[in-house]
């Protein structure tokens, strides 16, 4: 189900689109405020996980350390 932050984007420009080629006088969505997305929770990683992640990569070839530090 897309959200309300989409839907309301989509409803926008089409709408602008609409009135752009004259097909209504006005755009409804002018003045409709933009639903704020839901916050979501974030996920870190404890020292002890980076610490292990780190000491496992040192046995990968550079590539894979680099693509890790990269990213």
Same mark, same amino acid.
């Given at each position: 189900?897309?959200?309300?932050?989409? +839907?309301?984007?989509?409803?926008?420009?089409?709408?602008?689109?609409a009135?752009q080629?004259? +097909?209504?006088k006005?755009?409804?969505? *002018?003045g +409709?405020?933009?639903?704020k997305? &839901?916050? #979501?929770? #974030?996920? =870190?990683? =404890?020292?002890?996980q *980076?610490?292990?992640?780190?000491? &496992?990569l040192?046995?990968?070839?550079?590539?894979?350390?680099?693509f890790?530090?990269? *990213?």
């Amino acid at each position: 189900m897309p959200s309300p932050k989409f +839907v309301y984007t989509i409803l926008k420009s089409i709408f602008g689109k609409a009135k752009q080629w004259s +097909v209504i006088k006005t755009n409804p969505m *002018i003045g +409709v405020d933009r639903p704020k997305g &839901a916050t #979501r929770s #974030r996920k =870190y990683y =404890y020292s002890e996980q *980076i610490k292990i992640t780190l000491q &496992a990569l040192q046995k990968e070839p550079l590539k894979w350390r680099l693509f890790l530090f990269l *990213i």
